[in-house]
């Protein structure tokens, strides 16, 4: 029996009319939830990334302003723009789109976004809290896959969860969620010896690499639940994901597509946190 797909397309559009709600709720209490991006430079990936976050903005009735800078801009500058947004009050959520040029410190400037805006749930304050289990912004795509799981009641607690990749992005966050669900978490990375060894153990497998169909049955065990991180493009220009999803979806349980699957959750993990963050700033004004 095939494996039943997770449609992160579904699971995003239903996620954000509950989003848009809550932001409606907002505005009837006299706050517009407001998101800033800073867009340096124009490099083509990011800048449609950015537009895909104005247009999800404004179906959702969330604030949102973009302002694009040129390469050139210093670390100063960028230090400054920060700095104004982190004292504007109708902004609730800052973003500067990531890769930056090479004369920028990416810490730097994450860690100059005040926690309370750190909508990307990437500021080192927030990275601490999510890892003792308290309350924080949580990174968006980890956030995303575990609404996933838990929207097809995938049994999390005393499962065998094996992260392949440790990024700070994905790998490392989404295995320290996956502990807080009481899952037992194990990574993989380019250094394992063995790999097929461990993935085969894994009743939830996570697969975020950045290698076109790097996965294939061969690395799962029966009725695995297997999501796939990856956005590639193979010799043909079309997006593809790390898991070779006509293989797998024979022996998985549940499984990924790429396009539509972990992708749309991120945007709308986003603009969870941003009305989040506002209706944490209005109770802190209402005290």
Known sequence: MSA???SGKELAAQTRLEVKE??????????????????????????SYVRGKEKACREAGIHSEVDRVSVQITEQELLKKIDKLNKNENIHGIL??????????????????????????????????????????????????????????????????????????????????????NATVT??????????????????????????????????????VVIDVGINRNTEGKLVGDVNFTDVKEKASFLTPVPGGVGPMTITMLLYNTVNSAEKSLNRKQG
């Open 4 to 6: 039943e797909i997770i």
């Open 22 to 47: 809550a932001a409606e709720k907002l505005a009837a209490r006299g706050v517009i939830p407001g998101l800033a991006v800073i867009l340096v430079g124009e490099d083509p990936a990011s800048s």
């Open 96 to 181: 500067v789109q990531l890769p930056l040029p090479e004369h920028i410190s990416e810490d730097k400037i994450i860690e100059t976004i005040s926690p309370d805006k750190d909508v990307d749930g990437f500021h080192p304050i927030n990275i601490g809290r999510m890892m003792i289990g308290k309350e924080s912004f949580l990174p968006c795509t980890p956030f995303g896959i575990v609404h996933m799981l838990k929207s097809k009641n995938i049994k999390l607690e005393g499962s065998h969860a094996v992260i392949i990749g440790r990024s700070n992005i994905v790998g490392k966050p989404v295995g320290q969620l996956l502990l807080n669900e």
């Open 187 to 224: 990574y993989c990375h380019s250094r394992t010896r063995n790999m097929k060894e461990i993935t085969r153990q894994a009743d939830i497998l996570i697969v975020a690499v950045g290698i076109e169909n790097f996965l294939d049955s061969t690395f799962i065990k029966k009725d695995a």
